[in-house]
């Protein structure tokens, strides 16, 4: 289940696209949409978008190591 939370206003250097936040964790976008789909990475939406806050991605890379 996807977790996802409607953001109002966005911080460019706190939130980050599918494909940018992939390339800060070197892997490949996909793997990003399946877990956001199997719910394992929090996300907002803003419009359009779908965006990974900074918080989550240092998250992990934490859990990378």
Do not use: C, H
Not at 25 to 42: A, D, H, M, Q, V
Not at 49 to 64: A, H, M, P, V, Y
Request: glycine residues 6%; proline residues 2%; aromatic residues 10%.
């Amino acid at each position: 289940m996807t977790k996802m939370k409607e953001l109002k206003i966005v911080d460019g250097s706190e939130f980050f696209t599918i494909k940018e936040t992939a390339k800060i964790l070197g892997i490949e976008p996909n793997s990003i949409r399946n877990y956001l789909s199997w719910g394992k990475i929090t996300a907002y939406k803003f419009k359009s978008l779908t965006l990974i806050s900074r918080e989550e991605i240092e998250r992990w890379k934490g859990l990378q190591k």
